[in-house]
Nanobody
Framework: QVQLVESGGGLVQPGGSLKLSCAASGGSFSVYGMAWFRQAPGKDRELVAFIGWSGPYTTYGDSVKGRFTISRDNAKNTVYLQMNSLKPEDTAVYYC?????????????WGQGTQVTVSS
């Protein structure tokens, strides 16, 4: 069973920064890519950023472009999200997602979520 362990969430003032981490472990698999999603109260879960394990190819949600940076450590099967210039509207539960390949079949797994609160 693949497990994703997230860390780095917390409370930060507007304009501040946080860095989230998510590590995948628990089996024999190849990572295709990892992503961060977030879900704010009353809203649907939305894509924040994605990074491929080969390339790397990255994509960002429009609301975070220029402020957030996704990166990865292939050897550790770990993805990071550096969040700068945080705004109150960034407040949400942030979820890590990994897309893996096992025996030629792709699977997606979710982390437990970590709360990010931007408030003064």
């Amino acid at each position: 069973q693949v497990q994703l362990v997230e860390s780095g969430g917390g409370l930060v003032q507007p304009g501040g920064s946080l860095k989230l981490s998510c590590a995948a472990s628990g089996g024999s698999f190849s990572v295709y890519g990892m992503a961060w999603f977030r879900q704010a109260p009353g809203k649907d879960r939305e894509l924040v950023a994605f990074i491929g394990w080969s390339g790397p190819y990255t994509t960002y949600g429009d609301s975070v472009k220029g402020r957030f940076t996704i990166s990865r450590d292939n050897a550790k099967n770990t993805v990071y999200l550096q969040m700068n210039s945080l705004k109150p509207e960034d407040t949400a539960v942030y979820y890590c997602n990994v897309l893996i390949s096992r025996s030629g079949v792709q699977f997606g797994y979710w982390g437990q979520g970590t709360q990010v609160t931007v408030s003064s």
